[in-house]
């Protein structure tokens, strides 16, 4: 086939140095596994039951139009770490590119972070960055109460006393009381990354049944704000849906960048705290 897909990649906005590239691909990766992540600064009540619990994984595909372009595993070990005295839940996430993808770019992400077991909020993380010949190890301590952030590049000022890293804010999001949003609403998350803080703002679009590899389940649906420029067109949208059940977790995501769409979908769940609520056919 002329036309490959090699050439069909290289083209237009993809055609830029490995440092463009990383951060494009950076941003799409960021958006769609945090989007989930934007009601705590709304202070929305919490659940009263624990929605996951050490030994939970959750396995994701993230493909590029039709090829799949990766692979991540989410899970919830035990841990024996304490911060200011209190117990913490380890998270750890793994990214890594697919077979057919690596050909083009290879990763291999790592991120771990270190939780309060009653506030969710984060104590420690880290990420190990590992994508083409590009590395980088960065390290976070977040002081909740007296909103500093101390890091690899430097220390910052919390803009608000709940302050996130990309992968607590996805957990944290989950334990949300969520049962009297309207449609239409939007909220706005605080989270730190690499160096730097900002907001994420979300609006919440209704309910949806989704058809997924473990059969159709009833979702929330969100709609998280973009920024166009060398990655998304003017007029994209980010759409999310998360279980609406007990669980609470993403199970798709879907955006249109410059060139095609990228997708996230739930491919495999182990260990939920609560069984899954399909759809009945």
């Given amino acids: 086939m002329k036309d ?22 950076t941003i799409i990766i960021v958006m769609l596994f945090s989007a989930n992540a934007t009601f705590s600064q709304a202070l929305l009540p919490s659940l009263k039951k624990r929605v996951f619990a050490p030994g939970e994984e959750l396995t994701y595909k993230l ?6 372009a990766a692979e991540g595993v989410l899970k919830v070990l035990p841990s024996d770490l304490s911060f200011e005295g209190k117990p913490t839940y380890h998270l750890n996430a793994v990214g890594t590119t697919s077979k057919a993808f690596s050909i083009f770019y290879n990763i291999r ?18 990420e190990n960055i590992k994508e083409g010949r590009y590395r980088r190890n960065d390290k ?10 101390e890091a690899t590049r430097g220390n910052f000022d919390a803009k608000e ?8 804010a996805y957990y ?11 449609e239409g609403e939007s909220f706005k998350l605080s989270y730190f990354l690499k160096d730097s803080l900002a907001y994420l ?16 389940l009833r979702c929330l649906k969100f709609s998280p704000s973009l920024e166009p420029g060398r990655v998304f067109k ?48």
């Avoid at 006393?161 to 607590?168: E, V």
């Avoid at 944290?172 to 309207?182: A, E, V």
């Avoid at 703002?201 to 159709?216: P, R, S």
């Fill in 109 to 126: 992400d790592q991120y771990d972070s270190y939780i309060d077991q009653e506030t969710y909020l984060p104590y420690f993380f880290s």
């Fill in 161 to 168: 006393l709940q302050t996130f890293d990309l992968l607590s």
């Fill in 140 to 149: 976070i301590r977040f002081y909740q109460q007296k909103k500093k952030i």
């Fill in 63 to 68: 493909k590029y139009g039709f090829i799949s």
């Fill in 234 to 281: 003017k007029d994209s949208k980010l759409h999310l849906w998360v279980t609406d059940d007990d669980n609470r977790i993403p199970v798709k995501a879907q955006v249109e960048i410059l060139i095609g769409a990228v997708t996230l979908e739930l491919t495999g769940v182990k260990g939920l705290k609560y069984p899954l609520e399909k759809v009945k056919k």
């Fill in 201 to 216: 703002y979300i609006t919440y679009l209704g309910k949806e049944n989704i058809k997924t590899a473990l059969g159709t």
């Fill in 4 to 25: 490959s897909f090699r050439d069909h990649f290289n083209r237009q906005n993809w055609r830029c140095s490995r440092n463009g590239m990383r951060k494009q691909l």
């Fill in 172 to 182: 944290f999001s989950r334990t949300l009381d969520l049962s009297h949003i309207k």
